[in-house]
């Protein structure tokens, strides 16, 4: 009895967190980076990402339905077969007709699953026409980036010290812990952007779950994903295979700008020299607006910083 | 020694008297040549490296529990814990308790067997084990990756971070100790594969078989026919690192994907052994509680068969992001699918062999229905998964450490647990104190949904697997999955308790301690059976 009431206890503090869980995820959107407590995936900001989201959210919840059907066959067959409710097995252990039903159903769902799935994965390797093509290099601990189009638009991308990135905070700058960077990839707004990934060393991972992005550097191979990015702001991934002591801690960054912005920090990079990524990085700041990426800072919890 | 062995295979020819005749300790421990001693030493070996794999677990969880590097300060220290914590889990625990522990209890005993194909070669199956976890905790101690001490590749051990990427000895540590376990299995599946094939008693056919010699079966050909491929794949990995060949270097002509390749054509049925035997023992449970027989044997039979030949064909499901071919993907996406519908016959069917009968919710049944429950839930996440447009965002998150534990730790566990309870009166000749095994069976269950279930949500928000430290937003959830952990801990805690005390107390089990429903043959026999049994083969009708 005692015991029951504690398991009770536990599915209430379980059932209470999950709700408010969800709750706060309706409440706040997470694009770009996770959000405290969150659910889903990121919030998606290019249209393969919202087809992910979509196909995803249709996958969930028919694997929702199929486990809350297991479960309730599980607490009749608990409550109608217990052996103070039944004392007499019955002995049947065969049905001709229920056992090609629980074959032929399941193909049918995994039909219906595989239609979309294979669109979407089709539509994820359909390249069009590149804007401009990044190549990004993975190394231990760092990316590197090139951009393809651009001669001498090159530099390295390292994480941000945490006492870096608590300083930048303390000037109320968006800088979250463990996900900013030095130098961020900035990309134009409604571009498509190809990004060819490979590895100086070991395998690293290049991943964007707003832009639904995930592709292995693999060193001596290139791969290579593509993006168009629908929405201004910052795009946060993290490297997505192990790659030795310091894989949690080489993110990557993608500042999505207006085009001008872009032509100007394009100008910046080309032009090189000493002080270049201050230059480059200066530039970003002063051109971050609040009004269409203020999402962030009305989540509760979140820093009260300028919103990226 | 070798006197007292002359002598006892003098005695055989006096009858009944040997059945009971017991060698002195070393004869019987060291050099065994009975299956049932040498399932207890697979047991014995399980649990301690569960507690070890455990340990491991709950170190992580602690690291974890905030942001931070707090708990350990050096993240090549958490990489090499999570590679053991995988190899150990897998290697030592998981496979031993399962294949070397019950198979080897209960196959002979379930077929009507007086014992192993190859007895002799049961036993060296075990002692290689030892060897091996030697081997790896060895690898603890020398240079790996990164600087640092230990194998810090995850299980996986990838090229090119396992071989140009890891400098000093330990990954040649960890290798040889993955061979000598490899090779243990590739035995003990030849044991298997030959004893069940042939050492059937009179009038038990194939299909008269109980469900568990089955799935032990499918799990000894997927053994057989997977472990020489990863054999072959650290092997190269050797010479990678030792000798001057290039399988996997790319600054010399290889390809590090090859590894990748070869690794998961071995992996992916690995994930197969390791549930397979779990289905048998869910099977013979179920049966046992509703004293029904098991709905639609045939079916289930043949759906571990159809499980084990298409688990086969799957494998580049676990590279999908690695830039091999859409068209490529595709196919995979396709053939995991597929796996889906013998599983869920399975669900389906144990649900049907409730269905009808008279159920007892003693312990194992416990066991056995959570596994159900939450088996059905790590097979929805791995049927998402397997949709390569979805596993673009989900690979290498916390989503996939959720979706695999799920279906090991509430899945694999959770019928290794509910086979010991379910056995251990045949074993040991004692009942123990079912409201202890009940208490373990809800910390147990509480605790492993709660670390595992947020885990989900942790993978979806973006947080990657094989980390230290993560981006502060997910604080929340790993903060819930530690504590979850904390109580899981304390149910292993009343599980050593509970198993302690059922020595002491010794309260003799019977042969039968469950009643009608307990059908198989071990049932049959005394608790503990006899040193020898069935010196007369017995005759299934």
């Given at each position: 009895?005692?015991?029951?009431?504690?398991?009770?206890?536990?599915?209430?503090?379980?059932?209470a967190?999950?709700v408010?869980?969800?709750?706060?995820?309706?409440?706040f959107?997470?694009?770009?980076?996770?959000?405290?407590?969150?659910?889903?995936?990121?919030?998606?900001?290019?249209?393969?990402?919202?087809?992910?989201?979509?196909?995803?959210?249709?996958?969930?919840?028919?694997?929702?339905?199929?486990?809350?059907?297991?479960?309730?066959?599980?607490?009749?067959?608990?409550?109608?077969?217990?052996?103070?409710a039944?004392?007499?097995?019955?002995?049947?252990?065969?049905?001709?007709l229920?056992e090609?039903?629980?074959?032929v159903?399941?193909?049918?769902?995994?039909?219906?699953?595989?239609?979309?799935s294979?669109?979407?994965?089709?539509?994820?390797?359909?390249?069009?026409?590149?804007?401009?093509?990044?190549?990004?290099?993975?190394?231990?601990?760092?990316?590197?980036?090139?951009?393809?189009?651009?001669?001498?638009?090159?530099?390295?991308?390292?994480?941000?010290?945490?006492?870096?990135?608590?300083?930048?905070?303390?000037?109320?700058?968006?800088?979250?812990?463990?996900?900013?960077?030095?130098?961020?990839?900035?990309?134009?707004?409604?571009?498509?952007?190809?990004?060819?990934v490979?590895s100086?060393?070991?395998?690293?991972?290049?991943?964007?779950?707003?832009?639904?992005?995930?592709?292995?550097?693999v060193?001596?191979?290139?791969?290579?994903?593509?993006?168009?990015?629908?929405?201004?702001?910052?795009?946060?991934?993290?490297?997505?295979?192990?790659c030795g002591?310091?894989?949690?801690?080489?993110?990557?960054?993608?500042?999505?700008?207006?085009?001008d912005?872009?032509?100007?920090?394009?100008?910046?990079?080309?032009?090189?020299?000493?002080?270049?990524?201050?230059?480059?990085?200066?530039?970003?700041?002063?051109?971050?607006?609040?009004?269409?990426?203020?999402?962030?800072?009305?989540?509760?919890?979140?820093?009260?910083?300028?919103?990226? | 020694?070798?006197?007292?062995?002359?002598?006892?295979?003098?005695?055989?020819?006096?009858?009944h008297?040997?059945?009971?005749?017991?060698?002195?300790?070393?004869?019987?421990?060291?050099?065994?040549?009975?299956?049932?001693?040498?399932?207890?030493?697979?047991?014995?070996?399980?649990v301690i490296?569960?507690?070890?794999?455990?340990?491991?677990?709950?170190?992580?969880r602690?690291?974890?529990?905030?942001?931070g590097?707090?708990?350990?300060?050096d993240?090549?220290?958490?990489?090499?814990?999570?590679?053991a914590?995988?190899?150990?889990?897998?290697?030592?625990?998981?496979?031993p308790?399962?294949?070397?522990?019950?198979?080897?209890?209960?196959?002979?005993?379930?077929?009507?067997a007086?014992?192993?194909?190859?007895?002799?070669?049961?036993?060296?199956?075990?002692?290689?084990?030892?060897?091996?976890?030697?081997?790896?905790?060895?690898s603890?101690?020398?240079?790996?990756?990164?600087?640092?001490?230990?194998?810090?590749?995850?299980?996986?051990?990838?090229?090119?971070l396992?071989s140009s990427?890891?400098?000093?000895?330990?990954?040649?540590?960890?290798?040889?100790?993955?061979?000598l376990?490899?090779?243990?299995?590739?035995?003990?599946?030849?044991?298997?594969?030959?004893?069940?094939?042939?050492?059937?008693?009179?009038?038990m056919?194939?299909?008269?078989?109980?469900?568990?010699?089955?799935?032990?079966?499918?799990?000894?050909?997927?053994?057989?026919?997977?472990?020489?491929?990863?054999?072959?794949?650290?092997?190269?990995?050797?010479?990678?690192?030792?000798?001057g060949?290039?399988?996997?270097?790319?600054?010399?002509?290889?390809?590090p994907?090859?590894?990748?390749?070869?690794?998961?054509?071995?992996?992916?049925?690995?994930?197969?052994?390791?549930?397979?035997?779990?289905?048998?023992?869910?099977?013979?449970?179920?049966?046992?509680?509703?004293?029904?027989p098991?709905?639609?044997?045939?079916?289930?039979?043949?759906?571990?068969?159809a499980?084990?030949?298409v688990?086969?064909?799957?494998?580049?499901?676990?590279?999908?992001?690695?830039?091999?071919?859409?068209n490529?993907?595709?196919?995979?996406?396709?053939?995991?699918?597929?796996?889906?519908?013998?599983?869920g016959?399975?669900?389906?069917s144990?649900?049907a062999?409730?269905?009808?009968?008279?159920?007892?919710f003693?312990?194992p049944?416990?066991?056995?229905?959570?596994?159900?429950?939450?088996?059905?839930?790590?097979?929805?996440?791995?049927?998402?998964?397997?949709?390569?447009?979805?596993?673009?965002?989900?690979?290498?998150?916390?989503?996939?450490?959720?979706?695999?534990?799920y279906?090991l730790?509430?899945?694999?566990?959770?019928?290794?647990?509910?086979?010991?309870?379910?056995?251990?009166?045949?074993m040991?000749?004692?009942?123990?104190?079912?409201?202890?095994?009940n208490i373990?069976?809800?910390?147990?269950?509480?605790?492993?949904?709660?670390?595992?279930?947020?885990?989900?949500?942790?993978?979806?928000?973006?947080?990657?697997?094989?980390?230290?430290?993560?981006?502060?937003?997910?604080?929340?959830?790993?903060?819930?999955?530690?504590l979850?952990?904390?109580?899981?801990?304390?149910?292993?805690?009343?599980?050593?308790?509970?198993?302690?005390?059922?020595?002491?107390?010794?309260?003799?089990?019977?042969?039968?301690?469950?009643?009608?429903?307990?059908?198989?043959?071990?049932?049959?026999?005394?608790?503990?059976?006899?040193?020898?049994?069935?010196?007369?083969?017995?005759?299934?009708?």
């Open positions: 009895m005692r015991l029951g009431d504690k398991v009770s206890g536990w599915l209430g503090a379980i059932g967190t999950l408010s869980g969800l709750t706060a995820r309706v409440a959107a997470g694009y770009g980076r996770g959000d405290p407590w969150q659910i889903g995936l990121q919030d998606p900001v290019t249209s393969i990402a919202r087809d992910n989201v979509w196909f995803n959210d249709v996958v969930f919840w028919m694997m929702v339905a199929i486990t809350l059907f297991v479960m309730a066959l599980l607490l009749i067959v608990m409550i109608r077969f217990n052996s103070k039944n004392p007499t097995p019955s002995h049947t252990h065969h049905n001709t229920l090609v039903a629980w074959t159903i399941p193909i049918a769902i995994l039909v219906v699953i595989a239609i979309p294979f669109k979407l994965l089709y539509a994820q390797y359909s390249y069009p026409k590149p804007d401009l093509t990044i190549k990004a290099t993975g190394n231990q601990w760092y990316w590197s980036y090139d951009y393809a189009d651009h001669k001498g638009v090159a530099f390295d991308s390292y994480m941000l010290k945490d006492d870096e990135t608590q300083a930048l905070r303390d000037k109320h700058v968006d800088a979250p812990r463990l996900l900013s960077v030095d130098n961020e990839v900035v990309v134009p707004l409604n571009k498509v952007v190809h990004v060819l490979t100086k060393d070991v395998i690293h991972s290049w991943a964007i779950l707003s832009f639904a992005v995930r592709t292995d550097g060193p001596g191979r290139v791969s290579s994903t593509w993006f168009k990015a629908e929405r201004l702001g910052v795009y946060y991934g993290v490297c997505s295979e192990l002591k310091d894989h949690a801690f080489m993110p990557i960054a993608v500042r999505v700008v207006a085009d912005v872009y032509a100007k920090w394009l100008d910046v990079r080309k032009a090189g020299g000493k002080g270049a990524d201050d230059k480059a990085r200066a530039l970003i700041q002063a051109s971050i607006s609040v009004p269409n990426q203020a999402v962030a800072a009305a989540a509760p919890g979140a820093p009260t910083t300028q919103t990226p | 020694m070798a006197a007292q062995l002359t002598t006892d295979a003098g005695h055989d020819n006096h009858g008297d040997d059945a009971g005749h017991y060698p002195d300790f070393v004869t019987r421990w060291m050099y065994s040549t009975n299956h049932k001693d040498i399932g207890t030493l697979y047991l014995i070996f399980a490296a569960g507690l070890v794999g455990g340990a491991l677990s709950i170190m992580m602690l690291q974890l529990q905030t942001p590097m707090h708990f350990f300060k993240p090549h220290l958490f990489n090499a814990m999570v590679t914590h995988g190899l150990i889990m897998i290697f030592f625990m998981v496979m308790a399962m294949i070397g522990g019950f198979g080897n209890w209960f196959v002979p005993l379930m077929i009507g007086p014992d192993m194909a190859f007895p002799r070669m049961n036993n060296i199956s075990f002692w290689l084990l030892p060897a091996s976890f030697a081997l790896l905790i060895s603890m101690f020398v240079e790996g990756d990164s600087g640092g001490h230990g194998v810090g590749g995850g299980w996986t051990l990838y090229a090119p396992s990427g890891s400098p000093g000895p330990a990954m040649d540590f960890a290798i040889l100790s993955v061979h376990a490899g090779a243990s299995s590739i035995l003990g599946a030849i044991n298997f594969i030959t004893t069940i094939f042939n050492m059937r008693a009179p009038g056919t194939m299909h008269k078989m109980p469900l568990f010699v089955w799935s032990v079966l499918v799990t000894a050909f997927l053994l057989l026919l997977s472990l020489p491929v990863l054999a072959g794949a650290i092997t190269m990995l050797l010479t990678d690192r030792n000798f060949t290039c399988f996997f270097e790319a600054s010399c002509g290889g390809d994907l090859l590894y990748q390749h070869l690794f998961w054509f071995f992996g992916h049925p690995e994930v197969y052994i390791l549930i397979l035997p779990g289905f048998g023992i869910i099977s013979q449970i179920i049966s046992t509680f509703s004293k029904k098991v709905f639609g044997y045939l079916g289930m039979a043949y759906a571990m068969v499980i084990g030949v688990g086969f064909v799957v494998w580049a499901h676990h590279m999908y992001v690695t830039g091999i071919n859409v490529t993907q595709a196919y995979f996406v396709f053939a995991t699918m597929v796996i889906a519908v013998p599983t016959v399975k669900i389906f144990w649900i062999t409730m269905w009808g009968g008279s159920i007892e003693r312990s049944m416990l066991w056995a229905i959570g596994f159900l429950f939450l088996f059905t839930i790590g097979g929805v996440t791995g049927v998402m998964l397997a949709n390569a447009a979805l596993d673009r965002e989900y690979h290498a998150t916390y989503f996939v450490v959720a979706h695999f534990h279906v730790s509430l899945g694999a566990v959770f019928s290794i647990f509910g086979g010991f309870y379910y056995w251990f009166p045949k040991t000749g004692y009942l123990y104190n079912e409201r202890l095994a373990h069976f809800w910390l147990m269950f509480v605790g492993a949904n709660t670390t595992f279930f947020p885990q989900h949500f942790l993978g979806a928000a973006g947080m990657q697997r094989r980390v230290p430290d993560y981006a502060d937003a997910f604080a929340g959830w790993n903060w819930i999955s530690s979850g952990s904390y109580c899981s801990a304390a149910g292993v805690i009343v599980f050593l308790y509970c198993i302690g005390q059922a020595y002491m107390r010794k309260i003799p089990a019977g042969s039968n301690p469950w009643g009608v429903g307990a059908d198989t043959l071990e049932w049959t026999l005394s608790s503990p059976p006899p040193f020898h049994q069935y010196m007369e083969l017995p005759h299934i009708d």
